[in-house]
């Protein structure tokens, strides 16, 4: 299969205005993936699927990660007053980047054997702007894993053919996947409580008894 480098430069030039970039991978695996906009990235899904020298017709995993706020640290040198001396001094600068969450796809080529290519999306924020295009309508395979990665972190497919929860039932709360995701202490919704579960809901119910 072709560089990514040499994929970039020809989606660019089959979808006018879409945004590409590498995203690195410093692991053993070295496996690079590319970021792609979400305004571009249905168009961006197709080309990839019916480029004859790629024909990624097979998406094989669809998965979320969760990226918290991090904060980023950069030296800067500026000039402060020192007893009466200017001086230029070397001071840490820190800012605030806002959390997202991603969307990762793996394609495959069926057809001609190759690949991955891995893929991902990214979301404005983890809270009202957390939506991306569903690619379901190109890789029919992606339909249950978006609706999984929908239920466990909370991202919105926008375009998906049945958007609802598939392993936690309608009605919960919160995204079990997301990594400040705290587990309630209440589990008599649990019908076969067992070992920590059985305990903690032994305590739950110990504490209503006492205040009631």
């Known amino acids: 299969m072709e560089s990514l480098e040499q994929i970039i430069t020809r989606a660019k030039a089959a979808v006018p205005g879409a945004s590409l970039e590498i995203v690195p991978n410093g692991s053993p695996s070295a ?9 571009h990235a ?6 990839l699927r019916d480029d004859p020298q790629l024909r990624l ?11 918290l706020d991090t904060v980023l640290e950069r030296k800067t040198k500026v000039k402060r007053t020192i007893d009466g001396v200017e001086r ?16 990762v796809y793996h394609l495959y080529s069926m057809a001609l054997k190759q690949g991955p290519l891995i893929l991902r999306l990214r979301t404005a924020n983890r809270a009202e702007e957390a939506v991306v295009p569903s690619l379901t309508p ?10 999984e990665a929908y239920d466990l972190y909370g991202i919105v497919f926008k375009g ?12 919960f709360k919160d995204y079990p996947m997301r990594k400040d995701y705290t ?5 008599e919704y649990e019908p076969t409580a ?10 739950h119910q110990a504490a209503n008894e006492e205040y009631s």
């Open 138 to 147: 190109i890789w029919r395979g992606a339909e249950f894993q978006e609706r």
């Open 31 to 39: 496996q690079h993936s590319v970021l792609v906009d979400n305004e």
């Open 183 to 187: 587990e309630p202490d209440d589990y």
């Open 194 to 203: 067992h070992d920590e579960v059985l305990e903690k809901a032994k305590a």
């Open 88 to 103: 230029e001094i070397e001071e840490t600068v820190k800012t605030t980047r806002p959390g997202y969450l991603e969307v």
């Open 42 to 47: 249905v168009a961006v899904g197709t080309f």
């Open 160 to 171: 998906h053919p049945d958007l609802r929860r598939i392993l936690m039932w309608e009605g």
């Open 57 to 67: 017709d097979y998406a094989s995993n669809v998965t979320g990660v969760d990226w």
